[in-house]
């Protein structure tokens, strides 16, 4: 134990923010002491079971310092334009002149979450007091621990009761060059009642040093709101990034989520949704493409707490190259949550032989008239499909092209942002093109 | 147009045609019957360059081309057709979207230009209406949740579209009621013409009162045992296959 703590003593020890108010303080010590008597998971964790992080354990960072990055960085960055509305955060860090949030609506506030923490307005600081750290659960989460620990900046977006946000808002963390650092991106967002909002996050690396975000979010959807998330994650290629998305849905409340994974080295993403009043309605749907010899891991729990709640839950991964990914979902419906109708779907394409995917479907199920429903589809694409194709005069590879597309298409088509979906679909498609190219020995 | 000479074709290891002796030219339309497992199927999707038969002897011309040389898609181009006889479902594969790359890939491989949207859309608002296609087949993934029956019409209504040179249809009218073989043969015999010709294969005679054939084989053995004109198929509808094996 005692070795344990040395180890990670570097972790927490550096560069940990200090100062703020009392409550952040004591959630941030709390943060560290949860890391440090976790210590980062290993492949005995279930949670962690073919996911092995000890590259994340070993390797060296430095806790993300204030960086910039310049503008025309920024804007040529993946998805940079692909929002009117953008909040930047820079290695953890609220980028104001990076940002273009002027067109907001009167009363939604979305900018710096230290500004909030520091009450430059003290009804933020009392919403961020209220709600910071109530989701993202660490008692078993290392790294999340660890983002707790580190609590300083990151994103806020507070979307008043009954306000309707009609553009997107996107929030774009991107990590700066220079030397391997370890960020904690963290974002609050708050839905009042019957208000409604598309906010899309997107985590870019302007670096191609190996770096770790290592980002938390926390979403309450107030009764009756309506929330379209999208999370887009295309870290660099050598880049590590564990994130996890905490929601609470209340009454009536619709959230839903489309989750896209084409960056990174090792990658982690954890959805985990409450269904926490009657009548609230989840969708959790994702696609991503493991290539090259990258992992990326996708944990979802959906928690029906609540009676007369559906979900709806569809994955979808391409995998490439020595490429590995997880598929985990889990469906917990509690003992109150009659008349839940839950669905998930989980496929996975393999382009190689050498693609990997560890897949497992997770009921837990305490009510007795509620509807479950799940299925797992892993396979190579359809021989049959590729003849009839090649029957109608399209070659193999036409004929290829259009299956993958229509397969990841599935997905792609419900992202309601028209430029993010373009964005998508481009870098999807390029990256698909060389995995190809390699496949066909090109 | 069409010489196959003692073809013969394994499908999964086994030898299914025997040596087929088959001259279809132009204008003409074929019919080829036989029992279940007599290899009618296996022709046709031989023909058609299926992955999983085998051609292990013989030859095949298409318009004096080795036709056995040539992928599935570049006879597809070159103007053979096969209408399925279990379509596929290709799901998130719009229907449309298909058969515009469809026809495109053929009009680039003849180098005529390619349609572009609204001359497409225009062409296939016609068609589908002699078709009893509606609107929403259009826009649906290729076959997926289609009927029977709508599958079927499909496949005639892809044929109409891309116009080839040698039909092949694969049982097309298994599993069909009386009014959906009404529209499918109207789709077939609006493509007769001289420049054309259609192998028919099927179990049953009652497709050949619509599309009346001119000449009917019988395959039995993986092996053609008899030939004849229309009258053939009235013969074995009356009597079976029973007397042609027994023969």
Not at chain 1, 9 to 14: F, G, I, R, T
Not at chain 1, 92 to 113: D, I, N, Q
Not at chain 2, 176 to 185: G, M, N, Q, R, Y
């Amino acid at each position: 134990m005692a070795q344990l703590a040395e180890k990670l003593h570097p972790w927490v020890a550096e560069g940990r923010p200090a100062g703020g108010p009392r409550w952040l303080q004591d959630l941030r010590e709390r943060g560290a002491a949860t890391f440090t008597s976790l210590g980062f998971p290993t492949v005995r964790d279930e949670e962690w079971r073919y996911t092995n992080v000890a590259p994340i354990a070993a390797a060296e960072f430095q806790p993300a310092s204030v960086a910039t990055v310049g503008a025309a960085a920024v804007e040529a960055l993946p998805y940079a334009g692909a929002t009117a509305l953008r909040l930047v955060v820079v290695n953890g860090r609220f980028a104001p002149e990076l940002s273009r949030l002027a067109a907001l609506p009167r009363g939604l506030r979305a900018g710096s979450l230290a500004a909030a923490i520091n009450g430059d307005l003290q009804a933020d600081s009392e919403m961020v007091q209220r709600y910071l750290g109530r989701l993202a659960d660490f008692s078993s989460r290392a790294f999340a621990a660890l983002n707790t620990a580190f609590i300083e900046d990151g994103a806020y977006v507070h979307v008043p009761d009954g306000v309707v946000l009609e553009e997107p808002l996107q929030i774009l963390f991107v990590s700066a060059p220079g030397v391997p650092v370890v960020s904690h991106p963290r974002t609050l967002i708050v839905l009042g009642e019957r208000s409604q909002a598309r906010i899309v996050e997107t985590y870019v690396g302007a670096s191609d040093v190996q770096y770790f975000a290592n980002a938390v979010t926390e979403v309450f959807v107030g009764e009756s709101a309506v929330l379209d998330h999208y999370k887009v994650q295309q870290e660099s290629d050598s880049a590590f990034h564990v994130g996890s998305m905490h929601v609470n849905a209340a009454r009536s409340a619709n959230f839903s989520s489309h989750s896209f994974s084409l960056g990174g080295k090792l990658v982690r993403n954890d959805a985990l949704a409450t269904l926490d009043g009657e009548g609230a309605e989840v969708t959790l749907n994702g696609l991503y493409l493991a290539d090259g010899d990258r992992l990326v891991d996708n944990h979802t729990t959906i928690d029906h707490a609540r009676a007369h709640c559906p979900s709806h839950e569809v994955y979808k991964g391409i995998l490439g190259g020595r490429a590995r990914a997880v598929f985990n979902g889990k469906i917990i419906v509690r003992q109150d949550a009659q008349k839940t109708d839950a669905k998930q779907t989980n496929r996975a394409l393999l382009l190689t032989d050498d693609a990997l995917i560890n897949t497992k479907p997770q009921l837990e199920i305490f009510a007795d008239d509620v509807k479950c429903t799940h299925g797992a589809a892993i396979g190579q694409l359809d021989d049959d499909a590729i003849f009839y194709l090649r029957a109608r005069g399209l070659t193999f590879f036409e004929a290829r092209d259009m299956l993958i597309h229509a397969f990841a298409g599935q997905i792609l088509e419900r992202v309601k942002v028209e430029p993010l979906r373009t964005a998508l679909e481009s870098e999807l498609y390029a990256r698909l093109a060389r995995d190809l190219a390699e496949v066909d020995g090109k | 147009m069409l010489e196959v000479k003692n073809l013969q074709v394994k499908a999964e290891g086994k030898e299914i045609l025997r040596g087929i002796d088959l001259t279809v030219n132009t204008g003409e339309v074929h019919a080829i019957m036989g029992p279940n497992g007599s290899g009618k199927s296996t022709l046709a999707r031989a023909l058609s360059g299926h992955p999983e038969y085998e051609v292990t002897g013989g030859t095949v011309l298409f318009e004096g081309r080795d036709l056995l040389e040539m992928d599935p898609d570049e006879r597809a181009r070159e103007g053979i057709f096969m209408a399925f006889q279990y379509p596929v479902e290709i799901a998130g594969v719009n229907n449309a979207y298909f058969l515009k790359a469809a026809l495109n890939a053929k009009r680039k491989h003849h180098g005529q230009p390619e349609l572009d949207a609204v001359e497409f859309m225009q062409l296939i608002r016609e068609k589908a209406k002699d078709l009893d296609i509606d609107q929403g087949m259009l826009t649906r993934s290729v076959n997926e949740g289609f009927s029977g029956g709508e599958k079927k019409r499909n496949e005639i209504f892809q044929m109409s579209l891309l116009e080839p040179k040698l039909a092949i249809l694969d049982e097309t009218d298994s599993g069909l009621d009386i009014d959906a073989l009404k529209v499918v043969s109207k789709g077939v015999n609006a493509m007769r013409s001289p420049e054309r010709a259609t192998i028919v294969v099927t179990h049953y005679q009652r497709l050949l009162d619509y599309i009346v054939p001119d000449f009917v084989h019988v395959l039995s053995g993986g092996r053609i045992v008899k030939s004849g004109g229309k009258e053939l198929a009235l013969e074995l509808e009356s009597k079976g296959y029973g007397w042609i094996d027994a023969a």
